[in-house]
């Protein structure tokens, strides 16, 4: 289907502050993910693979990673004549008018204005997963509602936004609670709404004249009862990044093929930039089991149940298990690394042992030598 009466919107600053070990120097849409991508190719990727045709990415500070990423969208058939990805950065020179969505979404009323699209889908970029926006759309169209709420059921994310929601008949919702510390099942929000432009323009208007900046307190839960408010359930596989943990869940994951499956479908690709590499090396001595292993990457030790991304090299002796590598690491001889996330550029010396849990792996920042 082709959504022409549809425009995306992503915040890729959006929670930040769930990963501020990773967003330093860039936004979370730019953080890397499974080997390959960023966070915001997933998002950004089903808006594309569902027609939408004109997408706004709403950035706030650190951008300057994602543009080089993104950069004029080629590589999601978005560098256009006609529509085509735009890059909307703040019009303040103060963080603390982009603190919440409201803030940010008054500050492109231009952008609004100039388009011609009669409905908004909004976007966070801190959810992996591979889902039909086509059909949310439509659930969206069909109910009638004023905004709809994309949900899935399961124990909450902890964290500051967490959006819990309670539905009636028809899946209309009838109450909402946030930032709860809920430990049960439940259904919970995952940062995705689908409304009419000129219902947003307005709702932006109204709480901005009344100094409010959260969209989910002061638009969505101060109106669940008078406004129509709609929950579209997610049936995909989705993963929520609401801690370092979580992220390094969310990259784990993907060693088993089920998920895969459900996350890299052939009939709705997950878009990146292309960046043409050698193959992986392996090497003579090397050990390699259950592990994604981008190419460019140069093995010649042992990796286990492990993400590797590209130009990382592992050297001979050296002993990799569970653990997420960013980029241009470099693993010296006779290291020995298990549940360990390193960001791009850090170097290992010979020898070295770093050891963590799943529930709370170790961290190291970005060019660091250890």
Not at 19 to 46: H, M
Not at 253 to 264: C, G, K, M, Q, T
Request: hydrophobic share 40%.
């Amino acid at each position: 289907m082709r959504n022409n009466n549809v425009m995306g919107l992503l915040f890729s600053n959006m929670h930040d502050e769930v990963l501020r070990d990773l967003t330093d120097l860039r936004a979370l849409g730019s953080v890397p993910f499974g080997g390959r991508y960023r966070l915001i190719d997933f998002p950004l990727s089903n808006m594309v693979n569902a027609g939408i045709s004109k997408v706004g990415v709403i950035t706030k500070s650190n951008y300057q990673s994602l543009m080089d990423h993104l950069g004029s969208g080629k590589s999601w058939d978005l560098s256009r004549k006609n529509e085509g990805l735009f890059f909307l950065p703040p019009y303040g020179s103060s963080d603390a008018m982009y603190n919440g969505r409201i803030a940010s979404l008054n500050g492109i009323m231009p952008f609004f204005r100039n388009s011609k699209e009669e409905y908004v889908v909004l976007s966070d970029c801190h959810v992996v997963g591979n889902i039909d926006y086509d059909r949310l759309v439509e659930e969206h169209i069909a109910s009638g509602a004023d905004v709809t709420v994309a949900c899935k059921t399961g124990i909450p994310p902890a964290h500051l936004d967490n959006l819990l929601v309670w539905t009636g008949e028809g899946g209309r919702i009838t109450d909402m609670a946030i930032n709860s510390a809920w430990e049960k099942e439940c259904c919970y929000g995952i940062g995705l709404y689908v409304m009419r432009k000129d219902y947003l323009v307005q709702s932006v208007r109204a709480a901005v004249s009344r100094n409010q900046s959260s969209f989910e307190w002061d638009i969505l839960q101060r109106h669940v009862a008078d406004h129509h408010l709609h929950c579209y359930f997610v049936p995909e596989y989705v993963s929520v990044i609401s801690s370092m943990n979580s992220y390094f869940q969310a990259n784990i994951a993907l060693l088993d093929p089920v998920i895969r499956r459900e996350l890299f479908l052939n009939s709705r690709p997950i878009y990146t930039k292309v960046r043409d590499c050698a193959p992986a090396l392996y090497g003579l001595h090397a050990e390699v089991s259950n592990s994604l292993i981008a190419d460019g990457a140069n093995i010649q030790g042992t990796v286990r149940n492990s993400i590797i991304f590209r130009d990382v090299k592992v050297d001979r002796d050296a002993v990799v298990e569970n653990c997420v590598l960013m980029q241009g690491t470099l693993i010296n001889e006779k290291s020995s690394l298990n549940c360990v996330v390193t960001d791009k550029n850090v170097v290992i010396k010979d020898g070295r042992t770093l050891h963590g849990f799943d529930s709370y792996p170790v961290f190291v920042s970005k060019g660091t030598v250890v």
